[in-house]
C-alpha cells in the first residue's frame, strides 16, 4: 500500500479495519522499492510499529534507523517517509486516528500528550524495552481472528490500553531525559546496543 493507500501487488495484507476516524493495518511489503513512499503529511496521529525489513523514517529532519519493534509517533502535519534500504519483507503495523476518536474516553486528550507535547521531529521513537507491556502483544490483540476485516471495539479498546502505555513510557522519558547533543554520541552508542535506534539527524 503506498502512502495514498494504494495497494500493491507484492503486499500481503493480513488485517485491516477502518473508518473516518480510524484506520489500523497488519502488512508486510514482500519486495519493496522506493518509489511508494514519500515525504508526506497526514490530518490524523499516527503509530507505526516495525516488526522488519530494512528501512528507515525521516520525520520533519530526524532520520531514525527502523530495528525490530521500533516505534514511531507522528502527530497531524509532521512530515514524514519511510526510505527503503535494501528489497527484504517490510513488515509492519499502522495506526491511523483522529483526534475525536478520544473524545468520550479522554476529553482532556492527555493521551496525545507523547504526540503533542514536543517539538517537531524530535521524540518520535520508542521501543518494546521503553514498555511494561510489550506492544506488539496489544498490536496483535487489535487483529481480528480467521478474518483480515477487524472491527472497530477490537481495534479501539486495545489502542487505548497501546496509548496509555505510550503515555507512561512517554512520562519516564520526561523524567529521565535524553542527554542534550553535546553527549549524544554516548547515548546513541548505548541506545543501539539496547535495540532502541536514536536519530541520525539530517538537515535539508
Not at 497531524?76 to 478520544?102: D, G, V
Not at 481495534?155 to 503515555?167: K, P
Request: proline residues 9%; negative net charge.
Amino acid at each position: 500500500m503506498t502512502a495514498n493507500g494504494e495497494e500493491r501487488d507484492n503486499m500481503a495484507v493480513y488485517n485491516v479495519y477502518e473508518d473516518p476516524q480510524l484506520l489500523f493495518r497488519h502488512l508486510t511489503d514482500e519486495k519493496p522499492t522506493h518509489d511508494p513512499f514519500y515525504m508526506h503529511i497526514h490530518d490524523q496521529y499516527e503509530i507505526l510499529y516495525f516488526i522488519g525489513g530494512a528501512a528507515s523514517c525521516t520525520v520533519e529532519t530526524a532520520t531514525y534507523p527502523l530495528l525490530p519493534d521500533t516505534m514511531i509517533l507522528i502527530r497531524p502535519m509532521e512530515s514524514h517517509c519511510i526510505t527503503i534500504l535494501a528489497q527484504e519483507p517490510y513488515e509492519r503495523y499502522t495506526i491511523n486516528f483522529s483526534e475525536e476518536l478520544l473524545d468520550n474516553i479522554d476529553p482532556t486528550h492527555k493521551l496525545l500528550a507523547p504526540f503533542n507535547d514536543r517539538p517537531l521531529g524530535e521524540q518520535n521513537v520508542y521501543c518494546a524495552s521503553d514498555f511494561t507491556i510489550h506492544p506488539q502483544k496489544l498490536l496483535s490483540a487489535m487483529q481480528t481472528p480467521d478474518s483480515t476485516k477487524g472491527d472497530r471495539l477490537t481495534v479501539t479498546a486495545y489502542l487505548f490500553a497501546l496509548l496509555h502505555e505510550i503515555n507512561r513510557a512517554f512520562a519516564r522519558k520526561k523524567s529521565d531525559p535524553i542527554p542534550p547533543p553535546r553527549s549524544r554520541w554516548p547515548y546513541r552508542r548505548e541506545s543501539l546496543r539496547a535495540g532502541c535506534p536514536a536519530p541520525c539527524f539530517s538537515w535539508r
